[in-house]
């Protein structure tokens, strides 16, 4: 089996749902997965022409009244088996996070402790917006009128986006109490 980058199979997987078009998926991005897996707007296009061209999906035009015509994506029965083998293949690493305030941190000792508690408190409210935001999503999908097959996983990702987000906030209130106490 040919391999591909992560962005072509996270794309064969949301044309699982029902984002068709190019607008539609970009929207599903910034809504659900850009909370844990980022995908620029301008690798949407190339990555849709690619599954077109290797015959993972394709292309249909469609019309409606007083709307420019607009290309849908459907996976192909080759592009369904090329998403199911790579969502059984083993992870290959462990994700490695790229965190600022760590990084400031780790260096603290050169940093004023006002500076440090402010830097923690302003990346705990943070992190209390992003839970919210967390509960909302949450809400608006066990709100939505017909469930979806699919929606008991998007609440599993959800759920590890709440719980680490969580641990972080602790983390901070743990942090900036030892600081005080300097």
Not at 33 to 55: A, C, M, R
Not at 157 to 181: H, N, P, V
Request: hydrophobic share 30%; glycine share 4%.
């Amino acid at each position: 089996m040919k391999h591909y980058n992560d962005t072509t199979y996270a794309i064969l997987g949301i044309l699982t749902t029902e984002c068709k078009s190019g607008y539609a998926i970009k929207q599903l991005i910034d809504r659900s997965l850009n909370h844990f897996w980022k995908i620029s707007y301008g690798q949407i296009y190339p990555t849709l022409k690619l599954i077109v061209q290797e015959e993972l999906a394709e292309v249909r035009s469609s019309t409606s009244p007083g709307k420019p015509d607009k290309n849908e994506y459907y996976l192909t029965s080759k592009g369904l088996q090329t998403l199911k083998t790579w969502l059984e293949q083993p992870i290959e690493q462990l994700p490695t996070e790229r965190n600022e305030i760590l990084l400031k941190l780790f260096f603290g000792r050169y940093q004023e402790q006002d500076n440090q508690m402010l830097l923690l408190q302003n990346y705990q409210l943070e992190l209390e917006k992003r839970y919210q935001t967390y509960l909302s999503i949450e809400q608006a999908i066990l709100n939505h009128e017909s469930k979806d097959k699919d929606s008991d996983y998007w609440l599993f990702t959800l759920d590890y986006g709440k719980r680490t987000t969580q641990a972080a906030i602790e983390w901070c209130e743990f942090t900036l109490e030892k600081i005080s106490m300097g």
